[in-house]
């Protein structure tokens, strides 16, 4: 049974930094699944922040709105992905999802993942 917990979530002002962790079990080849953040506000959709694969080398891809500002990494030999968040601004408030899936599909859309988390709270004020 797979499972996926998040942490280190939390209220920070803005223009300060967070790092989510995401720790996974139940996978036995992790190292092959691809991996990804996704983020929802009261009231919006669950979006697509940032994923990574590995396939003979690390692939990273990022939403336009967390781009140089989000980085998302991974550690296959403790199952964990990480999200280091700096510069973050108030419309970074959310909920944080972590996300995996071994299948081949759309990096940035929410139904190409099975397994979820149950999310973090990240509030920036202003």
């Known amino acids: 049974q797979v499972q996926l917990v998040e942490s280190g979530g939390g209220l920070v002002q803005a223009g300060g930094s967070l790092r989510l962790s995401c720790a996974a079990s139940g996978i036995f080849t992790f190292s092959t699944y691809r991996m990804a953040w996704f983020r929802q506000a009261p009231g919006k959709e669950r979006e697509f922040v940032g994923a990574?694969?590995?396939?003979?080398?690390?692939?990273?891809n990022y939403a336009d709105s967390v781009k140089g500002r989000f980085t998302i990494s991974r550690d296959n030999a403790k199952s964990m992905v990480y999200l280091q968040m700096s510069s973050l601004k108030p419309e970074d408030t959310a909920v944080y999802y972590c996300?995996?899936?071994?299948?081949?599909?759309?990096?940035?859309?929410?139904?190409?993942?099975?397994?979820w988390g149950q999310g973090t709270q990240v509030t920036v004020s202003s």
């Open positions: 990574i694969s590995w396939s003979g080398g690390t692939m990273t």
């Open positions: 996300a995996a899936d071994s299948r081949r599909g759309l990096y940035y859309h929410p139904n190409s993942y099975e397994y």
